[in-house]
């Protein structure tokens, strides 16, 4: 788990510090405009990926080979640069906000195939390469992107820049799984693979309805997360939305951490759940849970405290009254903490379809809540928006998963699909 921690940790401080250094070399408005990118591309990315890492994680027979996964997210991330870049010509956007939403869905798209193999290093409980996989993206994302801002080549350049740094995680991740494998009879199988397309079409089909659920609920959780921004960039403007990114980029490394242990445990909890030991897997999702409670008290007590005083170090002096919106985003994350290891509990037992359910009506929660909210108050109605629909889910998923892993289901040895 350690590797995991550090490799998320400074996965997160480096995303942190592309907002900083957005908001100190350049301003709100390209901070907003790269947010957009964010919001625009991360829901299709999702989508067209499937979650195919989460399902190569957990499955523990090992029914599809690696190649099918491979071939399945390679479609899957070509089809959803092709989606943004249709948005991005569809909708009235300055030229430049274009570009930036293309170039992001680009290293997003490029992030999905380096996550696909990250999956594959999981499965094998090689951490440390995986935690080098993040710390490599992220590092050089903020150093080609600080030092083209610093250049004073825009947030066009600067974009470009993270969209090498994910080619060159990518590189890495590649070459880190097949390293052992590469020689003359790797290059024929390689060959034979692209060749035998269709004869892998029933095997890919298969998985893809295997995972379709799956990846229709994550892109349902990122459509909800963003709903928010979606308000705020039509209310507020490009400058509006940039300062409401800004916070919440200040509450992403708890977030990220969060999911760092989540998806460590992934394959113990698979494990656990294949074997029928569901009284295990309870008390561990428990543990977590409780941990998730502690962390939400605290980090939201401290921010209500010190929460503006850190927004004024990291983005100057406009920022400080923003505190009380911190303290929100940050209640969120630890509510969605709680929301992590229960998805990753659920999915343990590959229980998607009751996950996409649960998203789908926290999406229309939050397309009311933050429609409203945020048009009474402001940035705070948004965040508002943002907790009130993670601790719906929340509670949802909890009684889904308390069925689950019921008593006298483990008693029975049945094992709930």
Request: proline share 3%; net charge positive; glycine share 10%.
């Amino acid at each position: 788990m350690a590797w995991s921690f550090s490799g998320n940790a400074v996965y997160a401080a480096t995303q942190l510090l592309v907002a900083v250094v957005i908001a100190r070399l350049g301003d709100n408005v390209m901070l907003g405009q790269y947010a957009l990118g964010l919001a625009v591309a991360a829901p299709m990315v999702l989508l067209a990926s499937l979650s195919l890492r989460t399902v190569l994680v957990t499955d523990s027979s090992e029914k599809h080979p690696v190649r099918e996964y491979v071939l399945l997210r390679a479609v899957g991330m070509c089809a959803a640069l092709c989606l943004v870049g249709a948005v991005a010509l569809a909708v009235y956007w300055p030229d430049s906000a274009a570009v930036v939403v293309v170039l992001v869905g680009t290293a997003k798209a490029v992030d999905g195939m380096t996550d696909l193999f990250v999956g594959v290093l999981q499965r094998r409980e090689m951490m440390r390469e995986v935690a080098v996989s993040w710390m490599v993206n992220g590092t050089l994302t903020a150093l080609f992107m600080t030092v083209l801002l610093s250049r004073d080549h825009g947030i066009v350049s600067a974009v470009g820049g993270s969209v090498l740094a994910s080619l060159c995680s990518l590189a890495y991740c590649i070459h880190t799984v097949w390293r052992p494998s590469y020689g003359p009879a790797w290059w024929r199988a390689a060959g034979r693979t692209l060749t035998e397309v269709r004869s892998l079409a029933p095997g890919l089909t298969s998985l893809a309805r295997t995972a379709a659920p799956l990846g229709a609920a994550s892109c349902v959780t990122s459509l909800t997360a963003n709903v928010p921004r979606y308000v705020v960039g039509h209310s507020e403007g490009a400058g509006g939305l940039g300062v409401f990114s800004a916070v919440g980029y200040a509450a992403l490394a708890a977030n990220v951490a969060i999911m760092a242990v989540a998806q460590t445990v992934l394959p113990r909890m698979a494990r656990l759940h294949a074997s029928g030991r569901l009284c295990e897997l309870r008390r561990l999702v428990a543990r977590l849970l409780a941990g998730a409670g502690v962390f939400s008290v605290l980090a939201t007590a401290g921010c209500l405290v010190l929460g503006g005083r850190a927004l004024e170090l990291l983005y100057g002096s406009g920022y400080r009254s923003y505190g009380p919106v911190l303290a929100l985003l940050i209640l969120a994350v630890g509510v969605g903490a709680a929301c992590f290891f229960l998805d990753a509990g659920l999915s343990a037992g590959h229980r998607f379809r009751s996950q996409l359910v649960v998203n789908i009506l926290a999406l229309g929660m939050t397309l009311v809540s933050a429609s409203s909210l945020t048009a009474l108050y402001g940035l705070s109605g948004a965040a508002w928006s943002v907790v009130i629909s993670i601790l719906f889910q929340c509670l949802v998923k909890a009684a889904l998963f308390r069925r689950a892993v019921s008593p006298h289901r483990a008693a029975a040895g049945k094992v709930p699909r």
